[in-house]
């Protein structure tokens, strides 16, 4: 079974510079979570989604950020413009509907120069 | 708000001894769900080992132990025998089994160093 793919693992952009990540759960989970992971910290939740809804939003900065899972499988998330401070790795995660384990991609690293 | 506090930013061990790592949370709920997950350098997180606060029984698996105090509020990670593949950060998490929020809290971590 394929694991939580995450693309790209890496990315250099300056700042007020557009960026987006995708991310492709595994199979049949309805749930998905955006986290970011600052450097010597625990991963924090952005978003979550059941399906296709947005469930949990409420750390989101969505004067910058937005994020879609439009068809309630892949799902993409952007940060317009960028700055220095989003630097940081941006992980995904998703889990089936009767488990409690949450899988994780490998995550993206963002530097922001 | 659910918090989860690992008061140790780094450890070391030698290789084949063991070591524990430490987990304090904070909930006013009775049912809810505790896990340690490993991150190696290449990122991902992978979970070690998953208690259910409803059992008393600590968790093992294989190497990997829990030392689960409800009452305290502690959620130790014990890992025998430990293997220069340990060495990552480690994280406690904790998840809410209760009223639809399925977010799963994480600390801060700790970073595990085994030395040969």
């Known amino acids: 079974e394929a694991g939580v793919v995450q693309s790209p693992r890496y990315k250099i952009i300056e700042k007020k510079q557009p960026v987006a990540f995708w991310c492709n759960p595994i199979s049949g989970h309805n749930t998905l979570y955006w986290y970011r992971q600052n450097l010597g910290q625990g991963p924090e939740l952005l978003i979550r989604?059941?399906?296709?809804?947005?469930?949990?939003d409420s750390q989101l900065p969505k004067d910058r950020f937005s994020a879609e899972r439009l068809k309630g499988v892949d799902s993409t998330l952007k940060i317009q413009p960028a700055e220095l401070g989003d630097s940081a790795v941006y992980l995904c995660?998703?889990?089936?509907?009767?488990?409690?384990?949450?899988?994780f991609g490998q995550g993206t690293r963002l530097t922001v120069v | 708000a659910q918090t989860v506090t690992q008061s140790q930013p780094e450890m070391s061990v030698q290789e084949a001894e063991t070591v524990t790592l430490s987990c304090t949370y904070d909930t006013s709920e009775n049912n809810y769900y505790l896990f340690w997950y490993k991150q190696p350098p290449s990122r991902q997180m992978i979970l070690v080992i998953r208690?259910?606060?409803?059992?008393?029984q600590n968790a093992t698996e294989n190497r990997f132990s829990v030392n689960f105090q409800k009452a305290a509020k502690s959620f130790s990670l014990k890992i025998s025998d430990s293997q220069l593949g340990d060495t990552a950060m480690y994280f406690c998490a904790f998840l809410s089994a209760s009223g639809g929020s399925y977010i799963p809290t994480f600390g801060r971590g700790t970073s595990l160093i085994v030395h040969p």
């Open positions: 208690q259910e606060a409803y059992k008393q």
């Open positions: 989604y059941e399906n296709e809804e947005a469930v949990d």
């Open positions: 995660a998703s889990k089936g509907h009767d488990q409690t384990e949450a899988f």
